[in-house]
């Protein structure tokens, strides 16, 4: 018996979460832009490098939002002959573009913090109003973090919940900086390169967390256990058996399955459409969205 298909209609609300992501990604970059000039002109003047490197993160920040504009409006388009599932994939790659940016700004800081530490240099000490520009910032970064995360659950965008993750590091490297500002006014200058490598370390770990987060995507990893998606539909009146199940999830928390299952010989054609149907409702209401492929044969 030829392979019956039930789905539900995926990319209408891709497509449809598509300008909604865009919105949220355009607000984000005004915010950061508005912290980089800040940063920048706050660790230019006094030579801090942990400021330095807080405006560099904050000025990936920008590239990852107008890149992840340009890669939502790829994602977001229908399926077509050559992208038969969709162009999903596309926001997890901008996810592991991110990480790329992440290791550029890994590596810059680690090399300026050794060569700060081996030449003695020691930034200018920071005026009362700077410190307090700073801290300003560090409040845009906790809120910028807060709002792209809650958008990104609301959306099942993977591209959201990566930047805001990049975004966390960007907290924590604006958190010591302003602690290296404050530790060199008080006389101890030299720190500012322990905390520039101690930045780089935590960027490298955010990194890290965003691989291991879109990777398994990217690479079709499992999207579900075999046993939960066969305990939900063995029960179903008509069900024989369960011969094969196989599952991957999409950037958008989507569930791709194909399962074939046992019926009796004498099932018509009819019956055993709604049998399909029966069985993908029964994934769908376990895991949310779901597109599956139900194989049916004679048991």
């Known amino acids: 018996m030829s392979p019956i298909t039930s789905t539900n209609p ?5 497509s449809a979460r598509a300008p909604a992501v865009r919105a949220t990604l355009l607000a984000i970059l005004v915010a950061n832009a508005l912290v980089v000039a800040v940063k920048l002109a706050i660790g230019i003047r ?9 405006a560099l993160e904050s000025g990936l920040d920008m590239l990852n939002n107008v890149m992840g504009i340009l890669l939502i409006n790829l994602a977001a388009r229908a399926p077509d002959e ?46 009362t109003w700077e410190i307090a520009v700073l801290a300003g910032t560090l409040l845009v970064n906790v809120f ?9 659950r609301e959306l099942h965008s993977a591209f959201l919940l990566a930047d805001a993750s990049h975004t966390v590091s960007d907290v924590y490297v604006t958190g010591l900086a302003l602690v290296s500002l404050l530790v060199a006014r008080v006389g101890f200058p030299a720190l500012d390169a322990v905390l520039a490598i101690v930045v780089a370390l935590i960027i490298a770990w955010t990194g890290y967390g965003i691989l291991k987060e879109t990777v398994p995507i990217l690479v079709d990893q499992r999207g579900a256990d075999p046993e939960e998606i066969r305990a939900s539909i063995a029960a179903i009146e008509g069900v024989h058996d369960v011969r094969a199940i196989r599952s991957r999830l999409t950037a958008s928390g989507t569930l791709f399955a194909e399962v074939t299952i046992g019926v009796g010989e004498d099932m018509s054609v009819a019956d055993a459409h709604r049998l399909a149907d029966e069985v993908e409702e029964a994934i769908a209401y376990r895991y949310g969205l779901a597109e599956v492929t139900v194989h049916v044969e004679p048991a």
């Open 10 to 14: 995926e990319t209408d609300q891709r």
């Open 46 to 54: 006094t030579g801090t490098l942990t400021v330095l490197g807080a």
């Open 82 to 127: 050559d992208h038969p599932y969709g162009h999903d994939k596309f926001e997890t790659l901008g996810a592991i573009g991110i990480v790329g940016f992440l290791s550029i700004t890994c590596f810059e800081l680690l090399r300026e913090g050794v060569h700060t530490l081996l030449s003695g240099r020691t930034p200018h000490p920071a005026s």
């Open 144 to 152: 910028v973090v807060w709002y792209e995360r809650r958008r990104g």
